[in-house]
T-cell receptor, first 116, second 111 residues
Framework: GAVVSQHPSWVICKSGTSVKIECRSL??????MFWYRQFPKQSLMLMAT?????????EQGVEKDKFLINHASLTLSTLTVTSAHPEDSSFYIC????????????FGDGTRLSIL | ELKVEQNPLFLSMQEGKNYTIYCNYS?????LYWYRQDPGKSLESLFV?????AVKQEGRLMASLDTKARLSTLHITAAVHDLSATYFC???????????FGTGTSLTVIP
């Protein structure tokens, strides 16, 4: 169990467009979901933490108006990169976590975003 | 600010050899995770270490945790090419709500 599906896996689009990435927990309810960004050959950087039904908590330096996060249900969170520019090109990974102590994070397969 | 550092950052080793990757962290936490990442892929969970002195083994990999020293190790025994990947350790806060990843160790096993 504990499968997290992320969609799409790869997207290429022109500068100025908005891109939505979905993260779904397929076989469990995820009270908390996390969004990470990873540049080539670097570690994962936490962008924001979202709890179902409440506003996301963004890490310092992450623009909340640029990266819109919605966690409308216990199985779905979305990240929308608004007016994307080439510097937003990156590998975005979501993870989901059940409620309770010591629950591990389960990771999606990631979305490779390329902005031309 | 919580810091998680791994050592080494890059590692190239021959098949059949042993080596240890170290993960140091700067705050109190009883929970440490090890992940594997293949190029272009997401993270695969390897180990979850939940207490001081915890030791877990899976195949040629063994992970341990010393919470007093704030140190975890990932030991590779008789490396094989299939182990080539990037390995990350991660620590979460005592609330369990935030993960902090180490810098990563890129491992290449040479046949």
């Amino acid at each position: 169990g504990a499968v997290v599906s992320q969609h799409p896996s790869w997207v290429i689009c022109k500068s100025g467009t908005s891109v939505k990435i979905e993260c779904r927990s397929l076989d469990f309810q995820a009270t908390t979901m996390f969004w990470y960004r990873q540049f080539p050959k670097q570690s994962l950087m936490l962008m924001a933490t979202s709890n179902e039904g409440s506003k996301a908590t963004y890490e310092q330096g992450v623009e909340k108006d640029k990266f819109l996060i919605n966690h409308a249900s216990l199985t779905l969170s979305t990240l929308t990169v608004t007016s994307a520019h080439p510097e937003d090109s990156s590998f975005y990974i979501c993870s989901a976590r059940r409620s309770g102590e010591y629950q591990p994070q389960h990771f999606g397969d990631g979305t490779r975003l390329s902005i031309l | 600010e919580l810091k998680v550092e791994q050592n080494p950052l890059f590692l190239s080793m021959q098949e059949g050899k042993n080596y240890t990757i170290y993960c140091n962290y700067s705050t109190t936490s009883d929970r440490l995770y090890w992940y594997r990442q293949d190029p272009g892929k997401s993270l695969e969970s390897l180990f979850v270490l939940l207490s001081n002195g915890a030791v877990k083994q899976e195949g040629r990999l063994m992970a341990s945790l010393d919470t007093k020293a704030r140190l975890s190790t990932l030991h590779i025994t008789a490396a094989v090419h299939d182990l080539s990947a990037t390995y990350f350790c991660a620590v979460d806060t005592n609330t369990g709500n935030q993960f902090y990843f180490g810098t990563g160790t890129s491992l290449t096993v040479i046949p």
